[in-house]
């Protein structure tokens, strides 16, 4: 991506968390920023008056204990979660996941070493990414929970990872929800993010006018630049905005 100038008057920008920001690991529970990323993410901050947000599959409780101690505004769970500029919590969402698939989800991995599972208010993720060769049955047994959910659910397929997720919320809903905040209100939005479920995300951008920017491998992707990795993203933040 061929960096350019951005007006910290006029810009809003929203970051995914893994992939993006800090480097995938295999246990998620392990990941916490390093005090100069903290400090990076607080300046800029400033500089945009507010205008950023973290926008994850994370829940704001994991985003807040990677980030500590600042409180970022943030979408946690694709946008199940989210806390405004003001503080203030909206959780549409908040139906929590019935628990007969919260255990169904629970006794599998326990039954499998190497699996992980991550429990949200209003859903799951199943992270095969220490126990790859279950990436058969660890989808077989997503697709029949969701089957049971029915449509208020759906899959999202992440790194190594599979989800159960409200159906109403994305990461587009979250971030066009930001866009109308006062804090963000007419400003051009940039989305930086890893993965596929980051697409919702890049379609809003593009249809905002803003700029979506996919970082990792190249593939088929709605955004509209690329970045290799995330050290090339940290070089970005600390440069677009000098």
């Known amino acids: 991506m061929t960096l350019m100038p951005l007006d910290p008057n006029r810009t809003a920008i929203f970051l995914d968390v893994d992939g993006t920001l800090l480097e995938i690991v295999n246990d998620p529970a392990s990941v916490v920023a390093e005090p100069h990323l903290v400090e990076l993410l607080l300046s800029i901050e400033s500089r945009l008056n507010g205008a950023l947000a973290l926008v994850s599959g994370r829940t704001l409780d994991e985003i807040d204990r990677i980030f500590a101690p600042a409180r970022f505004t943030a979408a946690g769970a694709h946008g199940a979660e989210m806390r405004l500029p003001s503080g203030d919590l909206d959780s ?10 919260a255990t169904a989800l ?3 991995a326990s039954a499998n070493p190497g699996l992980l599972v991550e429990i ?9 990414r220490q126990a790859p060769d279950y990436e058969i049955e660890a989808r077989e047994l997503v697709a029949s929970l969701l089957a049971e959910l029915g449509d208020e659910y759906r899959l999202i397929g992440g790194k190594m990872v599979f989800e159960i997720a409200p159906r109403c919320r994305d990461k587009g809903v979250a971030i066009r929800n930001f866009m109308a905040d006062p804090v963000f209100a007419g400003r051009e939005p940039v989305f930086l993010g890893d993965d596929v479920t980051d697409e919702d995300g890049f379609a809003v951008i593009n249809d905002l006018g803003g700029i979506s920017v996919r970082v990792g491998d ?12 995330t050290v090339s993203v940290l070089g970005w933040l600390r440069s677009a905005l000098a």
């Open 92 to 101: 549409p969402a908040a139906q929590p996941l019935p628990r007969s698939a």
């Open 106 to 108: 629970e006794s599998f």
């Open 120 to 128: 949200k208010d209003a859903g799951a993720a199943l992270h095969y």
């Open 218 to 229: 190249a593939q088929v992707t709605a955004a509209s630049y690329s970045m290799p990795d």
